[in-house]
C-alpha cells in the first residue's frame, strides 16, 4: 500500500460529498500510480462499502464474472449465469438498500471496455433504484482521463449528474518533502525533477538512503523499475498504438514544444482532427501541457505542447540514452551527470517545476489574492521582431506583469541574467506599454553580489523556498 501523503484538500470535498443529505455520484481519474485508489480508502475509511476493481485488457463477459466474483466475495451473494450489464448491477440494490453506503467502479475504462454501454447501464439502475437510498455514493475512477472526460463526464447518460469531479495531479513539494523526513532540499528538487510528485514514484525512492543511490538501482539497473516503468506505463494508457510514443519522443527532443503542425512535419502526418485527439489524450492523462501565449485567443495556431510529465522528459532524455549501453548502473548514471547536456536538461526540469508551483509562487510574492493567469509569453521571429520565450509571466488584474527568470545552475548566477531579462522587457513593453513589469530571478545557486547589489530584480526566490511555502 502506498503512503498516504498530502491530498487533504481533496480527501476534505469526497467527505463532504459523503455527508449529503442526498444520493451523489463522484468521478476521479488520473495517470497510473498517482494515488487514486488510495484517496479514495483513505476517504471513505469507516464507511459501509463495496469496492470493485476493473480487469486491463479483458472481454465485456470476464469483466461481468469478476465483478460478480467480487460482490460474492464481499457479501455473499451468489449467481450464476449472468451474462449482461443491467442483470450484474441490479444486484447491488439489495445491501445497499438502507443505510449510508459508498460503491466504487474502479478502473472503470476497463469495465466498460472504453464503451458507452457500461455508463449507460449504470445511469439506469442508478436512478430508478440506487439513488433510491438518500445516503448513497457512487465512485467512478479511472486511470484513462480521456475515455473518463468524454465516455463518463460528458456523455448524454450522465451530463450534468456529477456532484463531484477530481483529476487528481502529481504532489506538490511540500507534500513529496513528507516523503523524504531528514532530507535535505537538494534532494527533493532532484526527485522532482527526476519523477514528479508521483506518489508510487516518491515511494520507491524513499526506501534508498539516497535519491542518487535509489536512481542508480531503479533507472539504470537491468530490470530497474524506472528502466521498465515507460512500457507499462504506453501499455495500460495508450495499447500498442505507436503514435502516442512517437510524439513523446518528438516532444522529448525538443524542450520548448512544437506547435501541432510542427508535431505533424516531424511525424509524416496530417495535422487534422485525429493528431489533435491524440495530443489531447496524452494531455489529458498528464504527459503534455498546451500553452497559448497571452494575447492569443484559445483558438490559436501557435498553441504548443510540451512533455511536462517529469519521469517521461527523464526516461527519454537519460534513461533511454544508456538502455543499451554497458556497465555498471553507478557508471552509466555517472556518465550522464558528467555530460554536457546533464546541466542543460536540470536547466529546463526546473522552468518546468516553477510553472507547475505558480501558486506558491504568487504566495511568496505577496499577490495570491489578486486574480491573475499565468503561463508563457512567446513570440515568433520575423523580419522587424526578434523572437522571445518567457516560460513563465503573470498578468495580475490590477494590471502588473510579473516576469520570472529560472536558473538552474551549480554555479554562481552571474550579471548577464539582467542582460538577459532587460531584452524580454523591452519587448513586453513594446507590446503592454504603459504596464508595470516586475522581475523575479528564482535560483537553485546564489546570485552573485553584482546581481544582488543592481536591485534589478524585485525579488530573488531560491529554489528551497518553493519546499516550505
Same mark, same amino acid.
Given at each position: 500500500?502506498?503512503?498516504?501523503?498530502?491530498?487533504?484538500?481533496?480527501?476534505?470535498?469526497?467527505?463532504?460529498?459523503?455527508?449529503?443529505?442526498?444520493?451523489?455520484?463522484?468521478?476521479?481519474?488520473?495517470?497510473?500510480?498517482?494515488?487514486?485508489?488510495?484517496?479514495?480508502?483513505?476517504?471513505?475509511?469507516?464507511?459501509?462499502?463495496?469496492?470493485?476493481?476493473?480487469?486491463?485488457?479483458?472481454?465485456?463477459?470476464?469483466?461481468?464474472?469478476?465483478?460478480?466474483?467480487?460482490?460474492?466475495?464481499?457479501?455473499?451473494?451468489?449467481?450464476?449465469?449472468?451474462?449482461?450489464?443491467?442483470?450484474?448491477?441490479?444486484?447491488?440494490?439489495?445491501?445497499?438498500?438502507?443505510?449510508?453506503?459508498?460503491?466504487?467502479?474502479?478502473?472503470?475504462?476497463?469495465?466498460?471496455?472504453?464503451?458507452?454501454?457500461?455508463?449507460?447501464?449504470?445511469?439506469?439502475?442508478?436512478?430508478?433504484?440506487?439513488?433510491?437510498?438518500?445516503?448513497?455514493?457512487?465512485?467512478?475512477? +479511472?486511470? $484513462? !482521463?480521456?475515455?473518463?472526460? /468524454?465516455?463518463? =463526464?460528458?456523455?448524454?447518460?450522465?451530463? *450534468?449528474?456529477?456532484?463531484?469531479?477530481?483529476?487528481?495531479?502529481?504532489?506538490?513539494?511540500?507534500?513529496?518533502?513528507?516523503?523524504?523526513?531528514?532530507?535535505?532540499?537538494?534532494?527533493?528538487?532532484?526527485?522532482?525533477?527526476?519523477?514528479?510528485?508521483?506518489?508510487?514514484?516518491?515511494?520507491?525512492?524513499?526506501?534508498?538512503?539516497?535519491?542518487?543511490?535509489?536512481?542508480?538501482?531503479?533507472?539504470?539497473?537491468?530490470?530497474?523499475?524506472?528502466?521498465?516503468?515507460?512500457?507499462?506505463?504506453?501499455?495500460?494508457?495508450?495499447?500498442?498504438?505507436?503514435?502516442?510514443?512517437?510524439?513523446?519522443?518528438?516532444?522529448?527532443?525538443?524542450?520548448?514544444?512544437?506547435?501541432?503542425?510542427?508535431?505533424?512535419?516531424?511525424? +509524416?502526418? $496530417? !495535422?487534422?482532427?485525429?493528431? /489533435?485527439?491524440? =495530443?489531447?489524450?496524452?494531455?489529458?492523462? *498528464?504527459?503534455?501541457?498546451?500553452?497559448?501565449?497571452?494575447?492569443?485567443?484559445?483558438?490559436?495556431?501557435?498553441?504548443?505542447?510540451?512533455?511536462?510529465?517529469?519521469?517521461?522528459?527523464?526516461?527519454?532524455?537519460?534513461?533511454?540514452?544508456?538502455?543499451?549501453?554497458?556497465?555498471?548502473?553507478?557508471?552509466?548514471?555517472?556518465?550522464?551527470?558528467?555530460?554536457?547536456?546533464?546541466?542543460?536538461?536540470?536547466?529546463?526540469?526546473?522552468?518546468?517545476?516553477?510553472?507547475?508551483?505558480?501558486?506558491?509562487?504568487?504566495?511568496?510574492?505577496?499577490?495570491?489574492?489578486?486574480?491573475?493567469?499565468?503561463?508563457?509569453?512567446?513570440?515568433?521571429?520575423?523580419?522587424?521582431?526578434?523572437?522571445?520565450?518567457?516560460?513563465?509571466?503573470?498578468?495580475?488584474?490590477?494590471?502588473?506583469?510579473?516576469?520570472?527568470?529560472?536558473?538552474?545552475?551549480?554555479?554562481?548566477?552571474?550579471?548577464?541574467?539582467?542582460?538577459?531579462?532587460?531584452?524580454?522587457?523591452?519587448?513586453?513593453?513594446?507590446?503592454?506599454?504603459?504596464?508595470?513589469?516586475?522581475?523575479?530571478?528564482?535560483?537553485?545557486?546564489?546570485?552573485?553580489?553584482?546581481?544582488?547589489?543592481?536591485?534589478?530584480?524585485?525579488?530573488?526566490?531560491?529554489?528551497?523556498?518553493?519546499?516550505?511555502?
Amino acid at each position: 500500500m502506498q503512503k498516504f501523503i498530502g491530498r487533504i484538500v481533496e480527501k476534505k470535498r469526497i467527505k463532504a460529498l459523503l455527508d449529503l443529505s442526498r444520493p451523489s455520484i463522484a468521478v476521479i481519474y488520473g495517470r497510473r500510480r498517482i494515488g487514486k485508489s488510495e484517496l479514495i480508502r483513505q476517504a471513505i475509511k469507516g464507511k459501509n462499502t463495496l469496492n470493485f476493481e476493473g480487469l486491463e485488457g479483458q472481454s465485456k463477459q470476464k469483466q461481468i464474472k469478476n465483478f460478480l466474483f467480487q460482490l460474492s466475495e464481499q457479501t455473499g451473494l451468489k449467481k450464476k449465469g449472468i451474462t449482461d450489464w443491467p442483470e450484474a448491477l441490479i444486484l447491488l440494490r439489495e445491501p445497499t438498500r438502507s443505510g449510508q453506503w459508498v460503491i466504487v467502479l474502479d478502473e472503470f475504462q476497463w469495465m466498460a471496455n472504453y464503451q458507452n454501454e457500461l455508463v449507460s447501464v449504470i445511469k439506469m439502475i442508478w436512478e430508478k433504484f440506487l439513488s433510491k437510498n438518500p445516503r448513497m455514493t457512487l465512485i467512478l475512477c +479511472g486511470s $484513462i !482521463a480521456s475515455f473518463m472526460k /468524454s465516455k463518463v =463526464l460528458k456523455s448524454s447518460a450522465l451530463y *450534468g449528474r456529477c456532484d463531484y469531479e477530481l483529476n487528481l495531479r502529481p504532489l506538490k513539494l511540500q507534500e513529496m518533502s513528507e516523503f523524504f523526513p531528514g532530507k535535505g532540499s537538494d534532494e527533493i528538487l532532484d526527485t522532482a525533477m527526476f519523477v514528479g510528485g508521483v506518489p508510487k514514484y516518491l515511494e520507491l525512492i524513499s526506501e534508498h538512503s539516497s535519491v542518487y543511490e535509489a536512481m542508480t538501482e531503479l533507472a539504470f539497473s537491468k530490470d530497474g523499475y524506472f528502466k521498465t516503468e515507460y512500457e507499462r506505463l504506453f501499455a495500460s494508457h495508450f495499447g500498442k498504438n505507436p503514435i502516442y510514443r512517437q510524439i513523446i519522443q518528438t516532444l522529448a527532443e525538443n524542450p520548448y514544444g512544437f506547435t501541432t503542425g510542427k508535431v505533424a512535419e516531424k511525424l +509524416g502526418v $496530417i !495535422a487534422g482532427g485525429s493528431l /489533435s485527439s491524440k =495530443l489531447d489524450d496524452l494531455e489529458s492523462a *498528464g504527459f503534455l501541457y498546451s500553452m497559448v501565449p497571452f494575447d492569443k485567443p484559445e483558438t490559436s495556431k501557435l498553441r504548443k505542447y510540451v512533455l511536462i510529465d517529469a519521469y517521461t522528459r527523464f526516461y527519454t532524455s537519460m534513461i533511454n540514452m544508456v538502455s543499451n549501453k554497458k556497465g555498471p548502473p553507478d557508471t552509466q548514471f555517472h556518465t550522464i551527470m558528467a555530460g554536457p547536456g546533464y546541466a542543460s536538461w536540470l536547466g529546463r526540469a526546473f522552468e518546468y517545476l516553477c510553472m507547475q508551483h505558480h501558486e506558491e509562487i504568487s504566495k511568496i510574492l505577496g499577490f495570491h489574492g489578486i486574480p491573475y493567469i499565468a503561463g508563457p509569453f512567446f513570440q515568433r521571429k520575423n523580419i522587424n521582431k526578434s523572437g522571445v520565450q518567457i516560460d513563465l509571466l503573470f498578468e495580475r488584474s490590477d494590471k502588473v506583469l510579473v516576469l520570472c527568470e529560472m536558473k538552474y545552475q551549480l554555479s554562481p548566477v552571474a550579471k548577464e541574467v539582467i542582460e538577459q531579462v532587460n531584452r524580454k522587457v523591452l519587448i513586453l513593453q513594446e507590446k503592454y506599454p504603459g504596464r508595470t513589469i516586475l522581475k523575479i530571478l528564482l535560483t537553485k545557486s546564489r546570485p552573485t553580489d553584482n546581481v544582488v547589489n543592481a536591485g534589478y530584480f524585485a525579488k530573488i526566490i531560491k529554489a528551497e523556498d518553493l519546499i516550505h511555502c
